[in-house]
């Protein structure tokens, strides 16, 4: 069987390669064709890997809510482990790094890193990281079945993305400051 789990997860990284490779080339090929309209491409590229980031940011906790009231080594905790694996692998991982790269791009060239609304949009952007690191040591912690945490724990910490969201886009929309 584990042959198999490791046949299936091959496919998923075989599509999330491809679709990387082809978003990159298009960009460059945008870049070179119509670089004028490059702005809204990389805007709307930002905004895309957002919504797949945080999907994924706020979907993952709710798996370890369930997961940790599973039984260690019963055919459901192995499927949450595949679940959070690929989930980690496939989308949010890739979806941040894309957002990052093109948050800096926007970053830098819209607003040559000034304005104190942009700061702390960085700043919290910072802290959606550390709670995406602190995810993804959970997953591994789950993965080899050392969760200590309890479903309660896990319903709090679903809660962090929320808000951290909340207040990023209330900063780049509003431009407090």
Do not use: C
């Not at 993305?161 to 909340?166: A, E, Q, S």
């Amino acid at each position: 069987m584990s042959g198999n789990l490791s046949k299936a997860g091959a496919n998923p990284l075989v599509r999330a390669v491809t679709a990387l490779v082809i978003v990159a080339f298009s960009l460059w090929l945008l870049f070179h064709v119509n670089p004028d309209s490059s702005y809204l491409w990389i805007k709307s590229i930002h905004v895309i890997a957002i919504i797949s980031w945080m999907a994924g940011m706020l979907y993952l906790p709710r798996l370890f809510v369930y997961h940790a009231d599973a039984a260690i080594g019963s055919d459901k905790s192995e499927t949450f482990k595949i679940m959070e694996r690929r989930l980690l692998r496939y989308i949010i991982n890739p979806a941040m790094i894309v957002t990052w790269v093109t948050g800096l791009w926007l970053a830098y060239m819209m607003f040559d890193f000034k304005g104190g609304w942009l700061h702390a949009k960085i700043l919290l952007v910072v802290l959606l990281s550390g709670a995406h690191g602190y995810l993804s040591k959970s997953v591994r912690l789950f993965s080899q079945d050392k969760n200590t945490k309890s479903a309660k724990h896990w319903r709090i910490v679903n809660e962090i993305p929320t808000v951290l969201m909340i207040f990023i886009v209330i900063l780049v929309v509003v431009k407090p400051f």
